[in-house]
Nanobody, 124 residues
Framework: QVQLVESGGGSVQAGGSLRLSCAAS????????MAWFRQVPGKVREGVTA???????VYSNTVKGRFTISTDNAKHTLYLQMNSLKPEDTALYYC??????????????????WGQGTQVTVSS
């Protein structure tokens, strides 16, 4: 059974940093496109960043230069390092997995598996 479990969320002041983790199990971790999405109540879930192994990455314009996605294949874990956080980064962050390469445009419907989300709150 495929499971994605996020952790690392919390509250931080603007300008601070957080690192999110997503522990994956139940599938061949290295064969999947992995991504981070985020969602604010009342808004559409939006793509933040994605990685097609070994190291092809894409970032949304809103986080480029501040966030970094990475994986540890030995630990079956996806990470999101978030620096220079802004209040507008406040959201529920989800990790997602898709068998095969990532598709352009953060197509939510193309992802097969989702975690339960971890809350990130950035105060000004």
């Amino acid at each position: 059974q495929v499971q994605l479990v996020e952790s690392g969320g919390g509250s931080v002041q603007a300008g601070g940093s957080l690192r999110l983790s997503c522990a994956a199990s139940g599938y061949t971790f290295s064969s999947y496109c992995m991504a981070w999405f985020r969602q604010v109540p009342g808004k559409v879930r939006e793509g933040v960043t994605a990685i097609t192994r070994p190291s092809s990455t894409v970032y949304s314009n809103t986080v480029k230069g501040r966030f970094t996605i990475s994986t540890d294949n030995a630990k079956h874990t996806l990470y999101l390092q978030m620096n220079s956080l802004k209040p507008e980064d406040t959201a529920l962050y989800y990790c997602a997995a898709r068998l095969g390469p990532c598709l352009s445009g953060f197509r939510r419907e193309s992802y097969n598996y989702w975690g339960q989300g971890t809350q990130v709150t950035v105060s000004s």
